[in-house]
């Protein structure tokens, strides 16, 4: 079941909100670099075909309520006026409908590049952040699990661009004009109720996707420690057969790969509870709406039109709101992935030049240590006051027995 509701939790999800606008800032250059006009023009057209085809959907239900206000005749002055004027309408809700597809379309194709190019930008930074780290760095973190990070985190990226940029928005200038097309047409009654179902939609899906979230979360922890398991198993081959390791291994990776199916089962699980929560304030909109223009049509206020109007104006609004919860989760995850790959290029780098350090000018090609002591970990020093020199042209062999620290 979801969290109580009563239970503390604000404070985390206000730091979660905090933690991903910063997320969210900190990506912006990469969709609006500075020194690529082209792909700011490629946005600016993607987004003008957004309001295009929002608007043309949004006049649809008005060729629609036309079209059966005609066939009602209403507003027609005989049987063949009425036929021209629906014959029209239904031709122009046609065309309108092509156009907003072939609009959507074009706006995908005008889009495509920059997502994929923000996308290829910020993993060739965390790629050469890597290489510039220290060994102590890759020992430490394992490997299956920082390129788990790397590919979650870029594959994340063009749906949570496609999510903000033309789900989000237009659905918020399609509510906006909405209202405003039921406050002219159907009075503050109709706007009022809109108002607040959408608000208590809202509400409810937040808090279900919140729950869900932490579901999520805990899948993609569970995820990576299998892929870890894996991989370092896979990399250790040949020391897994040398002590004829299969069968634990095995039941390592069984382990941890159940775990992981369990988890994901109960995430899956939770959708049945938001589709629900979600199915009931939607269709409780559309019928009180619809009776409310059944009752001013018995009135004469509305015409047959307008039910059909209301009705289209509803499922139409309703169509993206639909898979709100889909469309916060998958944004809220892209903000988590995106966050670890920002955590990996903010890594401090430990092997740095001094200030003011001298360019590396190599006169005669000498290698040569003096008193040299290092160490991966603080800890276990390996190299204890060595030194040696390779003159230019020779060759110099070191011997050691096993962990004498030859390859370091």
């Keep these: 079941m979801p969290p109580d509701k009563d239970q503390p939790a604000d404070p985390v999800i206000r730091a979660r909100d905090a933690e991903s606008w910063a997320t969210l800032r900190r990506f912006l250059p990469y969709l609006w670099p500075r020194d690529n006009p082209g792909l700011k023009l490629r946005i600016v057209i993607a987004m003008a075909l957004v309001l295009a085809a929002k608007g043309v959907m949004l006049a649809l239900p008005f060729a629609y309520k036309g079209a059966v206000d005609a066939m009602s005749g209403s507003g027609a002055g005989t049987v063949d006026a009425g036929l021209t004027v629906a014959l029209a309408l239904v031709v122009a809700y046609a065309l309108g409908r092509f156009t907003a597809v072939a609009f959507d379309n074009l706006r995908n194709i005008a889009f495509e590049r920059v997502g994929q190019q923000a ?7 965390v790629f050469a952040r890597l290489h510039r780290l220290s ?37 918020i200038i399609e509510l906006i004009a909405v209202g405003i097309i039921f406050y002219i047409n159907f009075g503050i009654e109709l706007v009022a109720a809109t108002a607040v179902t959408v608000a208590a939609y809202i ?41 004829g390791a299969e069968a634990r291994e095995e039941a390592r990776y069984a382990n941890a790969a159940r775990a992981y199916a369990e988890a994901a089962i109960k995430s899956e699980n939770s959708v049945g509870l ?21 009752w001013g049509w018995s009135k004469g206020t509305f015409t047959v039109g307008d039910l059909v109007l209301v009705n289209t104006i509803l499922i139409q609004l309703f169509r993206p709101l639909d898979v709100l919860g889909w469309v916060y989760r998958t944004i809220r995850q892209g903000l988590i ?4 790959m920002f955590r990996l290029i903010d890594t401090d780098i430990e092997v740095k030049d001094a200030p003011g350090a001298p360019a590396l000018i190599v006169r ?45």
């Design 119 to 125: 996308t290829l930008n910020l993993a060739e930074d």
């Design 203 to 243: 509400w409810v899906t937040r808090a279900i996707t919140e729950w869900r979230t932490k579901l999520r979360r805990e899948m993609n922890d569970l995820d990576g420690k299998a892929l870890h398991r894996a991989v370092d198993s896979l990399l250790n081959y040949e020391t897994v057969k040398y002590f």
């Design 337 to 340: 992935d995106m966050a670890e």
């Design 274 to 294: 938001l589709n629900m929560a979600q199915s009931a304030i939607t269709n409780g909109l559309v019928a009180v709406a619809m009776a409310y223009t059944v």
């Design 364 to 408: 005669r090609p000498t290698v040569a240590f003096d008193n040299v002591s290092f160490g991966y970990d603080p800890g276990r020093t390996i190299l204890r006051g060595l030194s040696f020199e390779v003159p230019a042209g020779s060759s110099l062999a070191i011997v050691g027995p096993s962990g004498a620290g030859k390859s370091t």
């Design 135 to 171: 060994l102590r760095f890759h020992l430490a973190r394992r490997t299956g699990e920082v390129t788990k990070i790397i590919e979650r985190g870029t594959k994340s990226i063009d749906q949570m661009l496609y999510f903000l940029l033309f789900n989000i928005a237009p659905t």
